[in-house]
Structures are given as C-alpha cells and as structure tokens.
C-alpha cells in the first residue's frame, strides 16, 4: 500500500508528539546559522555562532571584521577560514541589495521569489533558504538534509535516483503549506530516532506497516537492494 503524507503526519505524531512552530532566530541570524552548521554538528555551530554574536554584536561589525580574527572566532565551527570569507560575503551583498540587514521583508514575497532571493546569496543553496524561511519566517518551505533524504528514498517519496536538490520541491508539495515545517521536524525526528542509516528499526516504526523498504531490512534482504535506499 503507497504511504501517502496524511498517514505519515498522523503516525509520526502519534510516535513522536505534537509539532509546534516557534521561531528561534531572526532571518539573518538563522541565516548565518545554518551557515554554520555546514559540514559539523549544531552544537559546535551554536558555539560558534555565540562567539561571534559575543564578539561582534552587529552585523556591520561582522562584515567590518578582519577576516583572520573572525575565523579566529568561529573556529569552534570547523571550516573556520572559508565560512569566515563566506559569511562576510553574504553580508556584503545583502546590504548591498537590500541597504540593511533586515530579512524580514522575505516574508512579504510569494514563496519562489524569497527562496530564490536567497539562494541568488553566495554559497547558499536551497536547503539553507529553506530553513531560513521555515524556521524563521514560518514560510512553507521544506529544508531536506541528509535524515528526511533517506527516510524519503525508503518510504518511496522520492525515486532512488532523485537529486538532493530536487527532492525540496518534490517533498514541499506533497503536503499542505500549513504542515511543511511539521512534516520537516517529524521525518528529521524520524530518521533521527527510527529509520537511521545503518541499522533501521523497522520492527518498531511507526511507518512498518506501509513502507516499501521494510521487507529489504527485515529479514535481511540482499546487501544492494539496502544500499539503494541507505
Ligand atoms: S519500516 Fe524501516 S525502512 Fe521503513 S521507515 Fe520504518 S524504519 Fe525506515
């Protein structure tokens, strides 16, 4: 039986609890952010985003920085160098675009034109627009990392062949834009806590009874139809 996203939301909710939006930053924090956390964990990020926020408390003085002092400063974030020159350039050419640093308006512009506003910004792709618009702005846009790309192949969302960056448009419309962020918290959740990388825990997945891929983890099926959905 196809898993349809109504069956998903109800199950994973059931499993996991209730999702309620809450914005944690503004735009451009949650922007530089996610900037951040590219290629390291939240919490390293979150030290390193607190680091500057300390050391540089407006974001004029970011883009004033020097730039070996501010990779100083984030260094706790891994890539420290790059992400420096990065993030400095997406300052520069916001407040060139915009005159400020304000991002709110995004929140005034149809869907495509704010995602595309962003991703026209240096080194930053549709998943960093789409978790600046969902988690800042509450907009419908539905950020796809790693955990919601695997969980999407297995549950046959999304064909085993489809791209990354394809996948954001194709799991944004399968649900109604009033459940994109719920349906984003509830499969990260999920693949987090359930439907990991190597070891799936079908037996107790909310999901088991109409997933496509359970059969392949349990019993063991052969080892390349796995690897096709890991
Ligand atoms: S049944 Fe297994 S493969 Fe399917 S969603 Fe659940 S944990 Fe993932």
Redesign the pocket.
């Known amino acids: 039986m196809k898993v349809s996203s109504r069956y998903i939301l109800d199950r994973l909710t059931s499993a996991y609890g209730p999702v309620t939006w809450v914005p944690r930053f503004e735009p451009l924090d949650e922007l530089i952010f996610t900037v951040l956390t590219q290629h390291t964990s939240d919490l390293n990020a979150e030290r390193a985003y607190k680091a500057m926020r300390a050391r540089y408390p407006h974001w004029q003085d970011v883009m004033d920085a020097r730039p070996a002092e501010l990779a100083e400063t984030i260094r706790s974030g891994g890539l420290a160098n790059q992400k420096s020159v990065r993030i400095r350039q997406i300052l520069r050419m916001i407040k060139q675009r915009h005159g400020d640093f304000d991002l709110r308006f995004l929140a005034e512009l149809p869907l495509a034109e704010a995602k595309a506003w962003l991703t026209d910004l240096p080194g930053v792709g549709p998943k960093t627009a789409a978790v600046t618009l969902s988690f800042a702005l509450g907009m419908p846009a539905m950020p796809v990392d790693t955990h919601i790309f695997r969980?999407a192949k297995?549950?046959g969302l999304i064909g085993s062949k489809t791209t990354v960056e394809d996948a954001h448009p194709i799991l944004e419309k399968l649900v109604a834009p009033a459940d994109v962020f719920k349906f984003h918290v509830l499969l990260i959740q999920?693949g987090r806590r359930?439907?990991k990388a190597r070891s799936?825990?079908?037996p107790v997945?909310a999901?088991?009874e109409r997933?496509p891929?359970?059969s392949?983890?349990y019993p063991a099926g052969n080892k390349k139809a796995r690897e096709a959905?890991r």
């Open positions: 969980v297995r549950l999920h359930t439907c799936p825990l079908c997945c999901l088991s997933c891929s359970r392949l983890f959905v």
